[in-house]
């Protein structure tokens, strides 16, 4: 009896193994795809990532520009990034990963479009509609009546080199009530475009210029 006992005990123990084993491998499958940038790389984006809270204009654009550039590599430490509790990492992660061009990112962007943040929320939906990912576009022309001239500068960015439009709209007027006409043709715009057959058919291929 002990002696079955122990092999049961010995069974159990492995399969604990095996299955701690098989939950690793599943929780660093969002870097297997990616290209390894190898251990002194890796420590070079870990370190410019941490930087990013404490620096600020042309530094930060630098620094993001940086890591954009550097390839697939970082993209691992970028969407881990997403789930920093500091709100400019997160949004500074999302920029970088929106101008690598990599479509593999658009899911681990997506799971955070409802990110607490606006700003935050702002960047991710950019990113995803400059990869291709349509279905954020009415975050963007939402993001075009904001108080800050620089989120309607960013909105309209992404908008306008996704799609090709511009409808007049100028994010440096500052009264609401003026942009109001340009807002309401994007808005019309958009309507319109959910009856195309691009879009029916595709939200992450749609056409530049429709």
Same mark, same amino acid.
């Given at each position: 009896m002990k002696l079955l006992e122990t092999r049961l005990a010995r069974v159990a123990?492995?399969?604990s193994l095996f299955l701690l084993a098989a939950l690793s491998s599943c929780a660093s499958s969002s870097s297997s795809q990616f290209v390894d940038p190898g251990n002194l790389m890796r420590e070079k984006i870990d370190e410019?990532?941490?930087r990013i809270p404490y620096q600020h204009?042309?530094?930060l654009l630098d620094n993001m520009l940086w890591l954009s550039q550097v390839g697939e590599g970082a993209i691992p430490a970028l969407v881990q990034a997403l789930d920093s509790g500091e $709100?400019? +990492?997160r949004s500074s992660a999302a920029w970088c990963l929106g101008h690598m061009g990599d479509k593999r990112v658009i899911p681990y962007l997506q799971k955070h479009t409802n990110d607490s943040n606006e700003i935050v929320r702002l960047e991710i939906a950019r990113s995803l509609v400059l990869l291709g990912d349509?279905?954020?576009i $009415?975050? +963007?022309i939402?993001?075009?009546d904001s108080e800050l001239q620089d989120v309607r500068y960013r909105c309209f960015d992404a908008l306008q080199s996704a799609t090709g439009q511009n409808f007049d709209y100028d994010h440096r007027i500052s009264e609401a009530d003026d942009r109001r006409s340009s807002i309401d043709r994007w808005q019309q715009w958009w309507v319109a475009q959910q009856g195309q057959a691009w879009f029916q058919g595709s939200q992450l291929a749609a056409p530049q210029g429709r």
């Open positions: 123990a492995f399969a410019q990532i941490a204009q042309q530094e $709100p400019k +990492l349509y279905r954020q $009415p975050a +963007l939402a993001g075009l």
